[in-house]
């Protein structure tokens, strides 16, 4: 016998479903940083330490704690890290790094930045690693080992060994000259360089004594 169906109910409806996000509505801007120097050495004998102190400033407000600096020097391959400090209180830092050899080489600080924050660098100079050599001074005249005529004015230093024309940075007494090497000498046991009488001038130098030399 044919029965027939009951009607279909109808399905309710279905409420929306809503749809809740984990972003912020906006994302703040990250910050802006600068790198403070406040006292920094770049003048110092091989073996001795390079201290560099500043502050690592957000928006030129002081820092916070725990934030890397690096200390840079650029090579021939780029700038490579020679030592890092986390920042204290105010964003204050200190960095010492010990050269073992002598030379000079530029320095620059630098903040990599994080998810918040804007990496910043800062050239120093240039750091002249130093060590003693024994000197002397010639004057006259007549022609040098390298070529030309040595007179009054002539800035250079005489070496038995470094390449002519090398460039040889020489301080003493708080001053200091970057001179070629223009002769050939001296032939005195214990002393690696002869002064010509312009850069004995430059230098305020006596007669005989050290000097603080890059090569």
Excluded at 7 to 19: E, H, R, W, Y
Excluded at 122 to 135: D, H, I, K, P, S
Aim: glycine share 14%.
């Amino acid at each position: 016998m044919y029965v027939p169906a009951a009607p279909a109910q109808a399905a309710p409806a279905l409420s929306p479903v809503g749809i809740l996000s984990s972003a912020p509505e906006t994302l703040a801007a990250p910050v802006h940083t600068s790198l403070k120097v406040r006292s920094s050495q770049l003048n110092v004998l091989q073996d001795s330490h390079v201290t560099i102190a500043g502050a690592l400033l957000e928006d030129r407000k002081p820092g916070e704690r725990g934030l890397v600096v690096a200390l840079q020097a650029l090579g021939n391959h780029g700038w490579r890290t020679l030592t890092r400090a986390h920042t204290g209180a105010h964003g204050r830092f200190r960095l010492r790094f010990t050269p073992r050899q002598d030379g000079s080489r530029w320095l620059r600080l630098r903040f990599s930045g994080n998810t918040y924050m804007l990496g910043s660098r800062r050239r120093l100079g240039q750091l002249n690693v130093y060590r003693l050599a024994g000197a002397s001074w010639y004057g006259g005249g007549g022609t040098m080992a390298c070529g030309g005529e040595l007179t009054s004015s002539t800035l250079g230093v005489a070496n038995k060994t470094l390449p002519c024309g090398t460039r040889v940075t020489l301080r003493y007494g708080g001053r200091s000259v970057i001179v070629p090497v223009v002769d050939r000498g001296p032939y005195v046991a214990g002393r690696e360089f002869d002064l010509t009488e312009a850069t004995k001038r430059a230098l305020g130098f006596g007669d005989t004594g050290e000097v603080w030399s890059t090569r």
